[in-house]
């Protein structure tokens, strides 16, 4: 059971215990990392929460491999109306290094 009575989707205070616990739900049961994230985000609540901490999970067990490659370019080329000091350094391109050192 991904949720007992003492949890609701919606309530805010168990916010953070939902979103770790259809994250590892998904890592557990999904077929894919789309599937994790697809069927994260069509639960409803806090969407971007539980889609960030379930991406998270599945990426770092799966590798970036198992992410759509469309998705990944997506976030690799993304462009930003705000460029601040740490722009160029925190972009999402220099994820990749990141992970890989």
């Given amino acids: 059971m991904l949720y007992g009575p003492e ?10 215990r939902v979103a770790f616990r259809l994250a590892f739900w998904e890592l557990l ?5 789309e599937a994790a994230l697809l069927d994260v ?3 409803g609540g ?3 929460a539980h889609a960030t901490i379930t991406g998270a999970l599945v990426g770092a067990f799966h590798g ?4 759509p490659e469309e998705w990944r370019k997506q976030v690799l080329e993304a462009l930003s109306t705000v460029k601040g000091p740490l722009w ?6 220099h994820l990749l290094a990141l992970s890989n050192a």
């Fill in 41 to 43: 985000v069509h639960r």
């Fill in 88 to 93: 160029d350094v925190y972009h999402p391109r």
């Fill in 64 to 67: 970036e491999q198992a992410l």
């Fill in 7 to 16: 949890l609701h989707l919606h309530r805010p205070l168990h916010a953070v």
């Fill in 29 to 33: 049961h999904a077929p894919s990392a």
């Fill in 46 to 48: 806090d969407t971007e």
